[in-house]
């Protein structure tokens, strides 16, 4: 299986623009996560949706939108992007509840100018 | 919230060379993950471990939950052990928010010299 999948792999991006990265796995997880990794500060959780039709805020939601319309998908957008959104972005899933393997997919590095 | 420190920051080891990499955290812990990061950013599952202790090939885990802390254990240390390493925590007390919001330390970067 192909476990989780994240589009693009890298992108430059205008400030002001917006972009949607997509998440997909295809392990029927209840859970599903979008973490920001930016130096020296390790990943920090953006949002996350414990099931198809939930969503939540994490510690750094400002800037950032979610939506997850079914089991498999979890994309995450910016709407209009700024210079300190440039970080690489992974997405996460899990069968869900706290104690729970959480699986990690490729990341998505994003610099935004 | 929840603290997770790292230790040591950094660590360079001769290849063959055994190595021990611990995690500290402030507060009580449903789930306990350790990760690889390698040198081309993927992020890999090592062990889910929030209590005992597991075994890997040439690498071992342990968790004392009582006194709030991990051990990650790398023996024989090949260039491919090269990366960095991450510990994880979902803490107990979890007000609102995830259930699964993993909180991560900083990480030990390891490098490996033949």
């Known amino acids: 299986t192909a476990g989780i999948t994240q589009a693009p792999t890298s992108q430059i991006l205008a400030a002001g623009r917006s972009m949607t990265l997509r998440c997909t796995q295809d392990?029927?997880?209840?859970?599903m996560y979008w973490y920001r990794q930016d130096l020296g500060l390790g990943l920090r959780l953006i949002h996350y949706?414990?099931?198809?039709?939930?969503?939540g805020k994490g510690e750094v939601p400002d800037g950032y939108s979610v939506s997850r319309a079914n089991t498999d998908d979890f994309p995450l957008t910016l709407a209009s992007a700024v210079p300190s959104q440039t970080s690489v972005y992974f997405c996460?899933?899990?069968?869900?509840?706290?104690?729970?393997?959480?699986?990690f997919g490729p990341g998505t590095r994003l610099t935004v100018l | 919230g929840i603290q997770v420190e790292q230790s040591p920051p950094d660590l360079i080891l001769q290849e063959g060379a055994n190595s021990t990499l611990r995690c500290n955290f402030s507060?009580?812990?449903?789930?306990l993950q350790w990760f690889h990061q390698n040198p081309w950013g993927q992020l890999i599952n090592l062990f889910y471990?929030?209590?005992g202790t597991k075994q890997n090939g040439r690498l071992s885990a342990t968790t004392v939950a009582t006194e709030r802390y991990s051990l990650l254990y790398i023996s024989s240390s090949q260039t491919t052990d090269s990366g960095v390493y991450f510990c994880?925590?979902?803490?107990?007390?979890?007000?609102?928010?995830?259930?699964?919001?993993?909180?991560f330390g900083k990480g030990t970067k390891l490098s490996v010299k033949p």
């Open positions: 471990i929030p209590s």
């Open positions: 949706s414990n099931t198809a039709g939930t969503t």
């Open positions: 507060d009580s812990v449903n789930n």
């Open positions: 996460a899933s899990s069968w869900g509840g706290d104690t729970d393997t959480q699986y």
């Open positions: 994880a925590v979902v803490p107990r007390m979890n007000y609102g928010g995830s259930q699964g919001n993993l909180i």
């Open positions: 392990m029927r997880h209840n859970a």
